[in-house]
């Protein structure tokens, strides 16, 4: 017996999941461009990924979408919000013309080629005019976005990445973060300083080795390889779908830290993957809920897990295992003085745990402001130079180790930067409530068994899907919103404690 | 300034080339599934699949198309050959309700599975309900693409793989060949059998230099790696697009002939692809010229090229270099007796070049009396003994041994094996032609150089695309169409010259 608003419903179930099946396609091929593809194989996947993209867009903005969304009615939780998610999919997407949609794909992927080369000359003017169009167009979404949803432009790109939360809840966040780092940092640099300096493990580290270390612990993590691979490409990622994870690093023969940690990091992301609620695969309630989310999986994974004291316990002794050679380096103590080391410097990706914010903390400023129009793209690599003085104490010596570093911006992704701090801080809250609900928790880690965090993570978060929010999810497995001081009594713990 | 007729075409162009960047994505899919995809992946992959099927079909058979391809007008040879194929494909889909291609691809799959099943216990009973619905559904797509495009209902399959061609003109060729054959095998059995035995090489053969042999070689045959890539799976194949060829074969430590042939033989295939006319990407005239052409390629490469006393006098030193040991079985002469051996047996793919085409004789008169009704899947296993038996004077021990033994027909492929054969005789009418045209040919493989036959074979053969025909595009290359003779009188050099 089916109503005329149940079968509505299900229409919608069935486009859905269609839709979903094509950005699983595009998943995999996002994977094969950068873990597999030969170079001559670009030109064609660029067409065959608009392609889909554009029938996913002709899809989810066919007209009987709009009336079946009207019509359908959805009974129980899930399938509440999984109809709620649909109506916001279905917003996004008809906000949007299809001559934006089309012209900001060709601006992004114009600009991030030219990007490649200004970065390796660190020559800004020669992708302005580029990134000039590319923040035109981002303007013109987040208005069409602004007036479609209700939301401030700004606001609206970043609920593409982490739907709900806005930059009103964000900026006292990052504010507070940014008044502790002052005081912080340079307590946490004396208390280095007076420590023994880490001796630095002897390679080479044979490639072999890493590997199968990688793959050995991404199991102990909860990693099954019947449903993942690990490869290698030139930025570690994961990629793929729920049923089929796909990690990837890349070996240095002269450090497996880079390696070992992107992996422990990306299987973060990949137990999320595999841990979402399989009965909603290919429905919006089934997907992660967001980009902050996500991260919160591959750092409380790689940060809060695997850099503790109690898992270099007994990482150390496995790493002497398997690489040979003097003790000493891998003593647990020493890896800990090695993996947590603070230094200032430029890159956001080779920052450490406690100044990474304040890299995130400048982009989110700044790229609010070149989305509201007070900043100018001419003048961000003096707002950035600027910026990153006020937070670091440092000016970058060129715009390659500046405002061009990241590809994001180049490639149009505006409204993302914040998640990887949001992720950061959620990760703190649920590694606490993780050990409030599992007491034995560090005693586990210590003998490397991570999968207790795993099954907790999975029933408090994973099986979530999208069902909750950002803020609904966190406040659901700990009891409340998102709340900075778990991070920073986790950054006190590791980083202030003399002794 | 566009008339109408040619606005038609132009959508059509547009809507082609939307097909067939679809089509590409399914390409890499598959390869991914083969190659890469840990075996969790597969059933999602099934779903990605079908809904990009489902939705080239739509786009095939969407109402404003048939008005079109009535409307449109193509000037000059390519386009108005790109159009006719238009229209082929556009009558190919329309003539299948899309419940009998569902239907279809549901009872392929699930006889599929319960196929690896049965061959594994040699059980054709177990998998006898599955291939009778998937002959079920075959006939009735036989019957509707024969009402349709007004050829035999067996002719409208075999279409489909290779266009034009008829059993009809089929039959005559086979019934030639088995009567070359009755005299023949006994005769190079007997002159086999007076020569020296042939002396294995002594392995074990480390992959990783049958690897780089195996890359080597393909390069030397004129496969650029910057659009190509060799990996491994179970059975070797070509799969990918023509910027991106994706070839793999399977390395066995105590035999290293197997994988290298096989890569030879993709290579082949994969040239073909790379080779196809790039004004001409994604429309139907740009795509190779059906599947007995594609096999030609192959053929052309691993029989008549790779396997021919001049290649092997250059490949004989490569070999010992590759892997050392005694030099006594990399003599050129040694390697002639040990890869063109004649032998009797009972499964296609390790079959001889001359007694394959034994094999596919026998599939391709059972095949068309299975979807003539002429023969009932009950009576297969029992016409299949017989037929082998009169072909080889064998009869298979098992059904894994005898029709259990290919996918093809549980997979739902009928009309597709006489390609092969086809395709061996037009590899040998290819070599004839440019042996002619090119007066040094083999004295250059006698020194490795494969690249001026691929260089010919680029001309002739890739360059065309589907614009002609197969018995018109072996006219232009040959000067006449199919012809037998070529390839018996191969054979006969190759293994009646006593001597």
């Known amino acids: 017996m089916s109503t005329p608003r149940a079968a509505a419903y299900a229409r919608l179930?069935?486009?859905?999941?269609?839709?979903?099946?094509?950005?699983?396609?595009?998943?995999?091929?996002?994977?094969?461009a950068s873990a597999m593809m030969p170079p001559g194989g670009a030109a064609a996947r660029g067409e065959q990924l608009a392609v889909i993209a554009g029938l996913s867009h002709e899809l989810l903005t066919a007209p009987e979408v709009a009336e079946d969304l009207a019509a359908a009615e959805a009974q129980g939780a899930w399938d509440e919000a999984n109809l709620a998610l649909m109506r916001r999919a279905h917003a996004r997407a008809t906000a949007l013309p299809t001559a934006l949609v089309e012209a900001t794909a060709r601006a992004n992927s114009a600009c991030e080629k030219v990007w490649r080369e200004a970065k390796a000359r660190a020559d800004f003017a020669m992708v302005r005019p580029h990134l000039e169009e590319v923040v035109g167009l981002q303007r013109e979404t987040a208005q069409a976005l602004s007036a479609a949803l209700g939301l401030d432009p700004y606001d609206a790109l970043m609920d593409g990445y982490q739907r709900g939360v806005t930059a009103a809840e964000v900026e006292p966040i990052f504010a507070r973060y940014e008044a502790f780092l002052r005081d912080?940092?340079?307590?946490?640099?004396?208390?280095?300083?007076?420590?023994?300096?880490?001796?630095?493990?002897?390679?080479?580290?044979?490639?072999?080795?890493?590997?199968a270390l990688c793959r050995r612990l991404s199991e102990r993590l909860g990693l099954d390889y019947a449903h993942a691979r690990l490869d290698e490409s030139l930025h570690p990622f994961c990629g793929g779908i729920p049923s089929d994870v796909r990690i990837t690093t890349f070996y240095a023969?002269?450090?497996?830290?880079?390696?070992?940690?992107?992996?422990?990091?990306?299987?973060?992301?990949?137990?999320?993957?595999?841990?979402?609620?399989?009965?909603?695969?290919?429905?919006?309630?089934?997907?992660?809920?967001?980009?902050?989310?996500?991260?919160?999986?591959s750092l409380i994974m790689e940060m809060q897990a695997c850099r503790s004291d109690a898992f270099l316990a007994f990482l150390g002794p496995e790493l002497h295992a398997a690489f040979g050679g003097d003790p000493a380096p891998y003593a647990p103590d020493n890896l800990a003085r090695l993996w947590r080391r603070v230094e200032r410097g430029f890159i956001r990706v080779d920052a450490d745990e406690l100044t990474y914010p304040a890299h995130v903390i400048l982009r989110f400023r700044l790229e609010r402001a070149l989305i509201g129009g007070a900043l100018a793209v001419a003048d961000l690599p003096g707002a950035w130079n600027e910026g990153f003085s006020r937070l670091l104490g440092l000016t970058p010596p060129d715009d390659a180790r500046g405002c061009l570093q990241d590809i994001h911006w180049y490639d149009g992704a505006f409204g993302y930067f914040p998640s990887y701090t949001l992720g950061a801080m959620a990760a703190a809250q649920l590694m606490g409530a993780a050990r409030r609900d599992l007491p034995g928790l560090d005693a586990s880690l210590a003998r490397g068994e991570v999968r207790p965090l795993t099954g907790w993570l999975r029933e408090k978060v994973h099986a979530e899907g999208a069902r909750l929010g950002f803020q609904d999810l966190l406040r659901a497995a700990t009891g409340?919103?998102?709340?900075?001081?778990?991070?920073?009594?986790?950054?006190?713990?590791?980083?202030l404690a003399a002794g």
């Open 253 to 297: 023969e002269d450090n497996f830290a880079k390696a070992l940690l992107g992996v422990l990091h990306e299987t973060g992301h990949a137990l999320y993957e595999r841990g979402l609620p399989e009965a909603w695969a290919r429905q919006p309630a089934g997907e992660a809920a967001g980009m902050a989310a996500h991260e919160s999986q």
């Open 184 to 211: 912080a940092l340079p307590r946490a640099e004396a208390i280095q300083a007076a420590r023994p300096a880490p001796i630095p493990p002897r390679g080479p580290f044979p490639v072999a080795a890493q590997r």
């Open 13 to 32: 179930k069935a486009r859905f999941a269609r839709i979903a099946a094509l950005g699983e396609a595009a998943a995999m091929l996002h994977w094969d």
């Open 480 to 495: 409340k919103p998102l709340d900075p001081q778990d991070f920073l009594h986790h950054l006190r713990a590791r980083y």
